[in-house]
């Protein structure tokens, strides 16, 4: 069976809804491991969410942070990005 995926994306200014919390980052990465868009980036001894564009709103980097460094929130209503399978 194939199933079909599409992401349909709804411009507008969604805001900062994705960033570092500077003080809470240690550097491990695995914001970065776990983001399938490439969105995080090494910044000196932290990392900084870069490619806001590729994100897809996922919260994958969110979940994986143990140190509570990813402030994450959903962009504002009418904006970002909606998964649809069929």
Do not use: H
Not at 38 to 57: F, S, T
């Amino acid at each position: 069976m194939k199933v079909e995926m599409k992401v349909e994306y709804y411009p507008g200014e969604t805001g900062e809804f994705i960033k570092v919390i500077e003080d809470n980052c240690v550097g491990c990465g695995e914001c970065a491991k776990f983001c399938t868009r490439d969105v995080w980036q090494p910044d000196g001894a932290i990392y900084r969410p870069v490619n806001l564009k590729q994100c897809v709103e996922c919260g994958a980097c969110w979940n994986v942070c143990e140190y509570e460094a990813v402030d994450f929130s959903e962009p504002k209503g009418g904006t970002g990005v909606r998964f649809s399978y069929g």
